[in-house]
């Protein structure tokens, strides 16, 4: 047998054997195969790292979106008591004002 698609008798293939150039490149195409196997074996990991964070990346961008939501909550309720008490601090300002023109009449 030889590497390339040859058929022939015996006497052909001891010919054809000699010339064959891909006989010649038996050992090459073999460690090529290998290297190729590999490379493939390789790249499906990467695929699989890659599907693994591409979720993980999704998950944590959830999780900020909702941390930021709660945060500006929180912040916009902080922001809400302080007007609150400004908002009654000027209130009882005026009040007094009052008072003390009143007390003045
Ligand atoms: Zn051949």
Redesign the pocket.
Known sequence: M???A?EGTREQLAE??DQ?K??GLKGFLSRTDDLIHDLQEELKRKDDDITFLRSMLASLSEKVDQYEKSTSDKIGMSYGIHTYVGFLNVALQLSNNQVQMARQQ
């Open positions: 030889c590497s390339c040859f054809h054997l064959c891909f006989e």
